[in-house]
């Protein structure tokens, strides 16, 4: 008896240590598992499901994890997006980290990257203004000359990344301006040239007028009121042409089928007069039936009326007898072809790719003696342009000039 006492009071011994032991493990896991759960909860909470009890809550989690699957696969195709979008637009994107490395750039952007010839320039002005917009995180917008080989005019929009207070990096934006560019320039220049050409008459205007009233002789006075009558309607010629031109430049043409010849017969009847006094014999060739044009008829008139004037005043400024001035319509299966043909004064060959502009003239006093404004050509190729058509012209100077309008054969 004696002998099993000592081994029971170490068993008990043994056991009451074990059971200590296994209490401080289970309180340890426990805590672990309480933790876990409180993890779990918060999880559950953030991902926006319900908060649950017991085994209701491994559900609420797997709901949670499938939310999280489709918010990140909705993000994944909203980047997929906006990556085709930059990589599909006509102007250039690129975008650096904070260090200034390239991090996303495309097809558009790519040729500044190690480029060579007239885009290295513009590769060198992009690096110093991603540099610069990374520093001061400021937005910057520049503009770039390129040549390669034609003159470009490159905007360049610099702007920073930024998370909150953290800079992530810098965009730029490469957009070609030239166009735009390049129609600032031609409204100033219009801006210009009709200021120059009203101050002229507007000066003749105001000398005529003091004259007339300080003269008294009644002859002198009616000769003034001429001149003085001329310059206005030179004032009224300019601005129809100015009101004209607008016109046309904003002009859509409607597929309305209009019969060439009509057009043709009603501006020769309306410019005979004008060769008549001019000592200018005008032949029309007979026109076939049924072939149309669509667009504007107002147009049409106006552009060929501009043609056929020019060719009765330039040739009747001749010395040597009377002119002739020849107007003749045709059509092939997709063309109508108005040819205007005279036996004037002709034109030098290095003016005839200008003398479509506006107010261009090969010779601006004769333009102004026979009260050209410098415009009606200018008309011409904007009706021809807005009709799907096209003007052209030949010439030989000291024999005349033919001017072919060409416009799309209306089919029906």
């Not at 885009?119 to 770039?144: P, Y």
């Not at 014999?281 to 043609?307: C, H, K, W, Y």
Request: glycine share 8%.
């Amino acid at each position: 008896m004696r002998d099993i006492l000592p081994n029971v009071t170490v068993l008990v011994i043994l056991l009451a240590i074990g059971a200590g032991a296994l209490a401080v493990a289970c309180l340890t896991l426990w805590k672990q598992l309480r933790s876990a759960n409180a993890s779990v909860d918060d999880a559950i909470q953030r991902i926006g499901v319900e908060r649950t009890k017991g085994i209701a809550r491994s559900s609420s989690l797997t709901e949670g994890v499938d939310r999280v699957e489709a918010y990140l696969s909705r993000a994944e195709r909203e980047r997929a997006q906006l990556v085709g979008s930059l990589e599909s637009a006509n102007f250039g994107v690129m975008a650096t980290d904070d260090a200034g490395t390239v991090t996303f750039v495309n097809p558009a952007g790519a040729k500044f990257i190690g480029a060579t010839h007239g885009e290295a320039v513009t590769e060198v002005r992009l690096k110093e203004l991603l540099e610069k917009v990374i520093l001061t995180r400021n937005s910057e917008v520049i503009e770039v000359d390129s040549y390669s080989p034609m003159r470009r005019v490159l905007r360049l929009h610099g702007a920073p990344l930024e998370y909150g207070v953290e800079s992530l990096g810098a965009v730029v934006f490469i957009e070609d301006v030239t166009d735009q560019r390049q129609v600032d320039t031609i409204r100033r220049d219009f801006i210009a040239n009709v200021g120059h050409e009203l101050k002229t008459p507007l000066g003749a205007l105001s000398v005529l007028a003091e004259t007339i009233a300080e003269t008294d002789d009644v002859a002198v006075r009616d000769r003034l009121a001429e001149r003085l009558s001329g310059e206005a309607n030179r004032i009224a010629s300019l601005v129809d042409d100015i009101l004209d031109l607008s016109q046309v430049e904003a002009f859509a043409a409607s597929p309305q089928p209009i019969p060439i010849n009509e057009v043709v017969t009603e501006v020769t009847a309306h410019v005979q007069v004008v060769a008549d006094e001019a000592g200018i014999d005008m032949f029309t060739e007979p026109l076939p039936e049924g072939i149309f044009v669509s667009g504007d008829r107002r147009q049409l008139v106006a552009a060929l009326t501009n043609l056929v004037d020019n060719a009765v005043k330039y040739t009747s400024v001749k010395d040597e007898g009377f002119g002739k001035v020849r107007v003749r319509a045709s059509a092939d299966d997709r063309w109508v072809s108005i040819e205007v043909r005279d036996e004037g004064i002709g034109i030098p060959q290095s003016h005839l790719d200008r003398i479509f502009e506006r107010f261009y003239r090969v010779d601006k006093a004769r333009s102004r003696r026979t009260g050209g404004t410098g415009l009606g050509l200018a008309i011409v190729r904007h009706v021809a342009i807005n009709h799907g058509g096209e003007i052209s012209v030949t010439s030989e100077e000291g024999k005349g000039s033919t001017f072919t309008l060409r416009l799309p054969l209306y089919k029906g």
